[in-house]
T-cell receptor, first 115, second 115 residues
Framework: DQQVKQNSPSLSVQEGRISILNCDYT??????FLWYKKYPAEGPTFLIS?????DKNEDGRFTVFLNKSAKHLSLHIVPSQPGDSAVYFC??????????????FGQGTRLTINP | ETGVTQTPRHLVMGMTNKKSLKCEQH?????MYWYKQSAKKPLELMFV???????ENNSVPSRFSPECPNSSHLFLHLHTLQPEDSALYLC??????????????FGPGTRLTVL
């Protein structure tokens, strides 16, 4: 049973336009949500996060929106740039038995920005 | 070296071999993690260590044996693996166990193929 889902395996967007990546989750105990970006042959790198007590967090061109009632979050990138082409992973944080933060990841969405 | 490094980057082994994956973090962090990413699947947490003590074992088969000799190094010892264990193995570290905002920093991964 997958607790974090990214239903779009790929997305193609024109340079300069807005990219919107979506993520759904099922576990209401998640208290923190993160987006990671991954280039080929590299590990995922942290991009932006949001606490469950907020509904929006903005950092430059990146904005994450959280809709708790719908158990849905989205990442907006505007304007999109060719360097944004990568795989984007949504992750949700929950506590393990001994208090360790456990990240549960979605399958990822491959974003391609076309010039 | 900076960040989180992993060696080797690629590994091919037979089912009767014994090999080890190495992770080293140069960030002064106290917590380290092993993740597995199989084809078409999300990253799955395997083990969590905090201050060299294992605090999380995510129902991983005993043919995977982690070792954390100090807070900067993490190993994953492999023996009698199966072809379905072929995957990308990612190491990560964080300052502590999690503060919800405790960002995890990932290494580039080891691509493992079991023949």
């Amino acid at each position: 049973d997958q607790q974090v889902k990214q239903n779009s395996p790929s997305l193609s967007v024109q340079e300069g336009r807005i990219s919107i990546l979506n993520c759904d989750y099922t576990n209401s105990m998640f208290d923190y949500f993160l987006w990671y970006k991954k280039y080929p042959a590299e590990g995922p790198t942290f991009l932006i996060s949001i606490s469950s007590i907020k509904d929006k967090n903005e950092d430059g061109r990146f904005t994450v929106f959280l809709n708790k009632s719908a158990k849905h979050l989205s990442l907006h990138i505007v304007p999109s740039q060719p360097g944004d082409s990568a795989v984007y992973f949504c992750a949700a944080s929950a506590r393990g038995i001994q208090g360790a933060q456990k990240l549960v990841f979605g399958q990822g969405t491959r974003l391609t920005i076309n010039p | 070296e900076t960040g989180v490094t992993q060696t080797p980057r690629h590994l091919v082994m037979g089912m009767t071999n014994k090999k080890s994956l190495k992770c080293e973090q140069h960030l002064g962090h106290n917590a380290m993690y092993w993740y597995k990413q199989s084809a078409k699947k999300p990253l799955e947490l395997m083990f969590v260590y905090s201050l060299e003590e294992r605090v999380e074992n995510n129902s991983v088969p005993s043919r995977f044996s982690p070792e954390c000799p100090n807070s900067s190094h993490l190993f994953l010892h492999l023996h009698t693996l199966q072809p379905e264990d072929s995957a990308l193995y990612l190491c990560a570290s964080s300052q502590d166990l999690g503060g919800v905002a405790d960002t995890q920093y990932f290494g580039p991964g080891t691509r493992l193929t079991v023949l």
